[in-house]
Nanobody, 131 residues
């Protein structure tokens, strides 16, 4: 059974940091580019960042550029999202999924669009930023 599992969320004060983790079962993340997404109550889902399968190339939404850092450890089947300088508007459920990846002239690129249907997403991890 294919499964995505996110962890690391919690309650944090504004300005604080968190490191979210993502792993999978039933398939290996190292075969895919992987992205982080979030959904806040009453808002549309937002693609935050992605990282290619092997090159380690990344892409970020403007809203998180400079504060969020995506990374991966393929040997551990893990993808991470380091979130710094948290703001109340970062409060949301955070998800990871495989994303689109293209290969062009020797370089891989990812897009912050999931290739998994909604029924394959994990439960996410809740990040609450509040004083």
């Amino acid at each position: 059974q294919l499964q995505l599992v996110e962890s690391g969320g919690g309650l944090v004060q504004p300005g604080g940091s968190l490191k979210l983790s993502c792993t999978s079962s039933g398939f290996s993340l190292d075969l895919y580019a992987v992205g982080w997404f979030r959904q806040a109550p009453g808002k549309e889902r937002e693609g935050l960042s992605c990282i290619t399968s092997t090159d380690g190339n990344t892409d970020y939404a403007d809203s998180v550029k400079g504060r969020f850092t995506i990374s991966r450890d393929n040997a551990k089947n893990m993808v991470y999202l380091q979130i710094n300088s948290l703001k109340p508007e970062d409060t949301a459920v955070y998800y990871c999924t495989p994303t689109h990846e293209t290969y062009y002239i020797g370089t891989r690129y990812c897009r912050r669009e999931s290739i998994f249907g909604a029924n394959r997403w994990g439960k996410g991890t809740l990040v609450t930023v509040s004083s």
